[in-house]
């Protein structure tokens, strides 16, 4: 099945500096990005959505200019979460959309990054 | 806007017993997933289902949708303690797969012995 690789699993930082977080599709491609946040023991709620070629669309109260997806291409997009502070701190998730098959069927994550920030 | 709530959010059961989860949205919606997640893990999908009257079963799991009642549930039969998980129904809009998901908040499932 369809692989959604995102990198790094888990990152420790400093307060006010910027962390990449990358998500890759690695067997099809996604026009397609969705990124995620998670903190503990609550639900994922969405932060944007990431569309290849195109500035990514933030829901509403998602600082855009905090965090910054790049989507570069059909099989990556970026998100960095400039000048963290301790309350970003969480478990941010990833998830492609196959351009070509079953378009509304299936959803791949990726396996998360937890952001702690000092 | 889309609202999802789901319960209950915590449940706690003896193995061998069966138990449904509930999944109500607000609004119109074209595609219902459910997900397990399991402690500081991605999450893995379980069911998707895109119509009124879909059900999908996989093993113990039994999953359901009513569009017209925008009610799905997530049956478990016979619970055995690696079913013990946190399961995430999500749902999606009508615009065919275009926007993210809207997620209910989860339900922490503890099987017991």
């Known amino acids: 099945g369809a692989v959604v690789s995102q990198h790094p699993s888990w990152v420790i930082c400093k307060s006010g500096t910027s962390v990449k977080i990358e998500c890759r599709s690695l067997d099809f491609q996604a026009t397609t990005m969705f990124w995620y946040r998670q903190f503990p023991k609550q639900s994922l709620m969405l932060m944007a959505t990431s569309n290849e070629g195109s500035k990514a669309t933030y829901e509403q109260g998602v600082e855009k200019d905090k965090f910054l997806i790049n989507h570069a291409s059909l099989t990556l997009s970026t998100l960095t979460v400039t000048s963290a502070h301790p309350e970003d701190s969480s478990f941010y998730i990833c998830?492609?959309?196959?351009?070509?098959?079953?378009?509304?069927?299936?959803?791949?994550f990726g396996s998360g990054t937890q952001l702690s920030v000092l | 806007e889309l609202k999802v709530e789901q319960n209950p959010l915590f449940l706690s059961m003896q193995e061998g017993k069966n138990y449904t989860i509930y999944c109500n949205y607000s609004t119109t919606s074209d595609r219902l997933y459910w997900y397990r997640q399991d402690p500081g893990k991605s999450l893995e999908s379980l069911f998707v289902?895109?119509?009124?009257?879909a059900v999908k079963q996989e093993g113990r799991l039994m999953a359901s949708l009513d569009t017209k009642a925008r009610l799905s549930t997530l049956h478990i039969t016979a619970a055995v303690h690696d079913l013990s998980a946190t399961y995430f129904c999500a749902v999606g809009d009508s615009g065919g797969g275009a926007d993210g998901l809207t997620f209910g908040k989860g339900t922490h499932l503890i099987i017991q012995p």
């Open positions: 289902l895109l119509s009124n009257g």
């Open positions: 998830s492609a959309r196959d351009l070509w098959t079953g378009v509304q069927e299936k959803l791949f």
